[in-house]
């Protein structure tokens, strides 16, 4: 695994995507240029399509630049490691083989220079999220994938479309990210008190990080409101805001 390592989620590119989507896919794309100048590695926490759903011969045509700039990537000599979100959980050969270098459908956990890192998208963890651990597991379970892969493509994209929102849902208010925060903690500590440093997780669409004792919470952010990325240097985990002309750190 190579230096440094690099630490987004929550990109949610979209179908049918506007001129305001293609800009903030060039900025990724930038992004993704500069890994591959600065080498590396490339974990995607999660939630990297809005939608995805992948069918044994067809895939979506509304991320082929995606399609190709990740191809690129991995031509460069970088290896990225994607993570299912919530919402592109239904993959198939073609993320596996031909884009990533690995995949994992749940939390994932790796040591490098010492430190133990968790890696999560975080679906599912709070309190309040009972109902919704019920429909992952419906939504995951081998009947409910045959059942929507004998959908016919055209069909299963029209329903996907029909229940995605737009991109403001997913920015919340501070009280809801406080209370996402305060149920995280706990979450965390007792990983850290277990034995890892670092507990990285998507899906709250905030850029939070908070030291906890001798180990640390990163919640990554997103790429419409923060365009945020965690790097590790092989001793220092920094959360940052992607600017081509000048990298800054959050805090």
Request: aromatic letters at 18%.
């Amino acid at each position: 695994m190579e230096l440094p390592l690099y630490f987004i989620s929550d990109l949610h590119l979209r179908l049918d995507p506007s001129e305001e989507e293609v800009q903030r896919q060039k900025r990724l794309f930038h992004f993704f240029r500069h890994i591959a100048e600065t080498k590396g590695t490339l974990f995607i926490v999660g939630d990297l399509f809005d939608f995805y759903f992948e069918y044994k011969d067809v895939i979506p045509k509304d991320y082929f630049h995606f399609y190709m700039e990740i191809h690129r990537l991995k031509e460069s000599g970088v290896n990225t490691h994607f993570i299912f979100g919530n919402h592109d959980y239904w993959v198939m050969n073609f993320i596996t083989e031909e884009l990533m270098y690995k995949v994992y459908d749940g939390d994932f956990e790796f040591t490098i220079n010492g430190k133990n890192f968790l890696l999560t998208h975080g679906d599912g963890l709070l309190s309040w999220d009972k109902g919704y651990r019920i429909m992952k597991k419906i939504i995951r379970s081998p009947l409910f994938v045959w059942f929507y892969r004998c959908l016919h493509p055209n069909i299963g994209y029209w329903i996907a479309k029909k229940f995605s929102g737009d991109l403001e849902h997913y920015t919340h208010p501070d009280e809801y990210n406080r209370k996402v925060l305060d149920e995280l903690t706990p979450f965390a500590h007792d990983k850290i008190k277990s034995g890892i440093d670092f507990v990285l997780c998507g899906h709250y669409h905030q850029a939070t990080e908070k030291q906890i004792n001798s180990g640390k919470l990163l919640i990554l952010g997103d790429w419409f409101t923060f365009d945020s990325y965690g790097i590790f240097d092989g001793e220092n985990l920094i959360l940052k805001r992607w600017d081509p002309k000048n990298s800054t750190s959050l805090l």
